[in-house]
């Protein structure tokens, strides 16, 4: 009898294991990128304009205002520097300084048949940042104003996208892969989805979770009866993601 227990014991003990160290790998799979205030000036930088034109040219200088960014200063090979504002631009796609030093997490996202390929793809294997203009309200109460806000869930952004917010105050540090991530993770964000922009906070993550979230039947199945984690949000975005893409991939078959 006592080895029977000792037995079921050990093949608990071995699921949980199991169980921690899958959660553990899908944390990481679904880090947000940092946010980021600098930018590399070796590196080009990718701008599209709302009418269509394509920029490439090397960023002199970046103007914010409330945080996020307001004007780009970008000089093209062989022309003279331009100023472009934010409200002109429909995204950008900009490397941070340090880009050597960035886990890209390459080989999750290397799946063309669920994730797609690109030119966010493209850009995005190479550590770049993502930026899109946005008509948000600042903390819900600001009247709506176009910004140019960092997607910091940009390789799975296709149903609910995620930006940062400039004067999010901070959790524990916490380390992702070989990426330190000093201060820790946003206890708020801007999140997006269908044309919808919250400001969305860890005390009020419980007030816009089933808006979020539980229209899918394969996510209730998975997290109905748990109590929801901050730190997971990413982890919550990301499955929510792929049950959204395989229900898709299911009904055009």
């Known amino acids: 009898m006592k080895v029977k227990v000792v037995s079921l014991l050990l ?32 590196k080009p930088a990718y701008v599209t304009l709302k009418d269509g034109t394509k920029i490439e040219g090397h960023i002199k200088d970046v103007d914010r205002k409330k945080g996020q960014i307001h004007r780009l200063k970008i000089i093209e090979d062989g022309k003279k520097k331009v100023e472009i504002q934010a409200t002109d631009i429909a995204d950008l796609y900009m490397a941070p300084s340090g880009l050597e030093q960035l886990d890209k997490q390459a080989n999750f996202f290397n799946d063309a048949t669920k994730w797609g390929k690109t030119d966010a793809s493209k850009h995005l294997s190479k550590g770049y940042t993502m930026y899109t203009n946005q008509m948000v309200s600042l903390k819900n109460k600001k009247k709506p104003t176009e910004y140019l806000m960092q997607v910091v869930n940009p390789k799975y952004s296709q149903i609910i996208q995620v930006y940062t917010d400039p004067f999010a105050k901070q959790t524990a540090s916490i380390g992702v892969g070989s990426l330190k991530l ?60 792929e049950f959204a893409l395989d229900a898709q991939v299911g009904e055009a078959k």
Do not use: C
């Not at 790998?25 to 000036?41: C, G, L």
């Not at 539980?214 to 990413?234: A, I, P, Q, R, T």
């Open 11 to 42: 093949f608990m003990t071995g699921v949980m294991t199991f169980a921690q160290e899958d959660l553990k790998e899908r944390e990481q799979q679904a880090a947000f990128d940092p946010a980021y205030t600098s930018y590399s000036r070796k």
């Open 182 to 241: 000093a201060g820790g993770i946003a206890k708020s964000y801007y999140v997006k989805k269908g044309e919808e922009i919250v400001w969305l906070t860890k005390s009020n993550l419980d007030e816009h979770f089933d808006r979020l979230f539980m229209d899918s039947e394969e996510f209730k199945s998975k997290y109905e009866g748990e109590k929801f984690k901050w730190s997971l949000l990413g982890v919550y975005i990301l499955d929510y993601t």
